[in-house]
């Protein structure tokens, strides 16, 4: 058997590795223990999966394999931020995931796909657009290799919370990262319970409304804008489905649950940060039940925007907390390293060719040609 004709074991979630297990004719429960050895105790050597029979584990090793992205660089911020760069294939893609360690947390920051299609004007994943999703192994793996990384240094509590908010949109590749998602939440792999794990969507409202039936993990929104004129430039993907379809699939995931969702806001210099916005905001979030993140906008190179000044966030903030709704600014982390939200860019070719008219349009602003 070729090696390519292997599954990797890191594809599957519980119900599919029991579903490999019947189909050879073995017990549903060799799932778990499988699971238990790779994702818990980072064995990836069938050889060594010691409560498992010696013919099963030849057969294992004949079929399957398991394999995770290659690390490339592991870069750490002043600040304590770490930024994992990915191999993810032998064609030179790579993608970054980022851990963000504070007190009593560890919370690793993942990617969803190598680039994105979504074109947030104010996003530099966008601006190096698009090559593929990333598979359930490869979204999985993030997690899998940074608790790697921790346990040989000694930390054996690891990765404590998940965020989806790292290259992609989670949405738009949703049964690779719901399987991913069904892994760091079952406890025979990572235990994490269903509050610490969070999808960040641009709003891609049909793709909520599934994810309702499928699981109640903690859901966060980029909302950016407080009306659809504004919206449409900043979040493209708002021209298909506007602000009031968005709250409307919000309102539908939370219906039942007690629980909030959280609306991430970057706060842009001079286009969405006046106090005028702030009222407009409040005035369509109020009445839910919500959360407001504050993210001070985090530059790159050439970007045409500007993160608004301290006092402007800090009044935005107080104009929302004054009328009930509970406002948070998040703190820029690992922004020496280029680990900060928006900033992750990870390495590959871009097959939607927005990179290269993006390239196209800095050379016309700078009249001159930039190297490559
Ligand atoms: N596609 C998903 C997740 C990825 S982005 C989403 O849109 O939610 C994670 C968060 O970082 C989003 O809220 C995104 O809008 C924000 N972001 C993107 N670029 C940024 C930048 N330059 N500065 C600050 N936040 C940024």
């Not at 989670?170 to 990262?177: E, G, I, S, T, Y």
């Not at 859901?219 to 021209?239: C, F, G, I, K």
């Amino acid at each position: 058997m070729s090696v390519n004709a292997k599954v990797n074991l890191l594809d599957f979630d519980r119900a599919a590795l029991e579903t490999f297990f019947v189909e050879l004719g073995e017990k549903p429960f060799r799932a778990r223990q499988v699971l238990q050895w790779i994702h818990q105790r980072g064995v990836t050597d069938f050889a060594s999966m010691t409560d498992i029979s010696k013919s099963l584990r030849a057969r294992l090793e004949e079929r399957c394999t398991i394999v995770t992205p290659r690390i490339v660089t592991l870069q750490d911020s002043t600040d304590g931020t770490r930024k994992w760069l990915l191999g993810v294939d032998t064609a030179d893609n790579a993608i970054e995931s980022v851990l963000i360690p504070e007190k009593g947390r560890m919370t690793l920051c993942i990617s969803s796909q190598v680039g994105c299609t979504l074109n947030c004007s104010f996003c530099s994943t966008a601006k190096q657009g698009f090559n593929r999703n990333l598979t359930t192994a490869e979204i999985i793996s993030q997690l899998y290799l940074v608790n790697q990384t921790l346990r040989a240094e000694g930390n054996q509590q690891g990765v404590t919370n998940v965020v989806m908010m790292g290259m992609g949109e989670p949405l738009l590749n949703f049964d690779a990262v719901m399987a991913a998602i069904s892994l760091m939440c079952d406890d025979f792999a990572y235990g994490l319970s269903k509050r610490r794990v969070t999808i960040s969507t641009a709003g891609v409202v049909p793709a909520i409304e599934r994810l309702a039936e499928v699981t109640d993990v903690a859901l966060a929104v980029s909302l950016h804008a407080p009306n659809d004129e504004l919206r449409d430039t900043l979040v493209p993907l708002n021209r298909k489905y506007p602000i009031a379809e968005l709250l409307r699939a919000c309102r539908g995931y939370i219906d039942g649950y007690n629980r909030k969702i959280t609306f991430e806001y970057v706060m842009l210099a001079g286009v969405n940060d006046s106090l005028e916005h702030a009222r407009e905001l409040v005035d369509l979030i109020r009445d839910l039940p919500c959360k407001l993140n504050l993210i001070p906008f985090n530059p790159y190179p050439h970007a045409v925007y500007r993160c608004s000044e301290q006092a402007e966030i800090d009044a935005f903030r107080e104009y929302a907390l004054g009328r009930g709704v509970i406002t948070v600014t998040r703190r820029a982390r690992g922004d020496d390293i280029d680990a900060a939200c928006g900033q992750l860019v990870g390495a590959f070719k871009d097959r939607s060719r927005r990179s290269h008219k993006y390239q196209l349009g800095l050379n016309q602003i700078e009249g001159t040609r930039l190297a490559q």
